[in-house]
Nanobody, 123 residues
Framework: QVQLVESGGGLVQAGGSLRLSCAAS????????MGWFRQAPGKEREFVAA?????GSTYYADGRFTMSRNNAKNKVYLQMNNLKPEDTAVYYC???????????????????WGQGTQVTVSS
């Protein structure tokens, strides 16, 4: 069982930056690939970024974002730069037990989800 808690969301002006954090419980955190997804009002949840269990591989839907992890601290991060109003959404952290890259891009590829943190970008 893995419990995930996101933090770091907030209100930022367009062009600004935010760093989201996700804290995970459990001693098996380093076995999971991790991902970030987001969901804007009236839209489906979509993939943002993922990182392999070791942190050696990362995958992105947008080059303005950078994902990292610290397995010693049971945390993952999402650095978001040059934010745009269309980035406004609830951002979710998720953990995947799959070892396959193709699964990291899909909602169904994740076993555990956090409650989300709101990011609002004003124009």
């Amino acid at each position: 069982q893995v419990q995930l808690v996101e933090s770091g969301g907030g209100l930022v002006q367009a062009g600004g930056s935010l760093r989201l954090s996700c804290a995970a419980s459990g001693r098996t955190f380093s076995r999971y690939a991790m991902g970030w997804f987001r969901q804007a009002p009236g839209k489906e949840r979509e993939f943002v970024a993922a990182i392999s269990s070791s942190g050696g591989s990362t995958y992105y839907a947008d080059g303005r974002f950078t994902m990292s992890r610290n397995n010693a601290k049971n945390k993952v991060y999402l650095q978001m730069n040059n934010l745009k109003p269309e980035d406004t959404a609830v951002y979710y952290c998720a953990a995947s037990a799959s070892g396959y890259y193709s699964e990291y891009l899909k909602i169904s590829g994740y076993n555990y989800w956090g409650q989300g943190t709101q990011v609002t970008v004003s124009s």
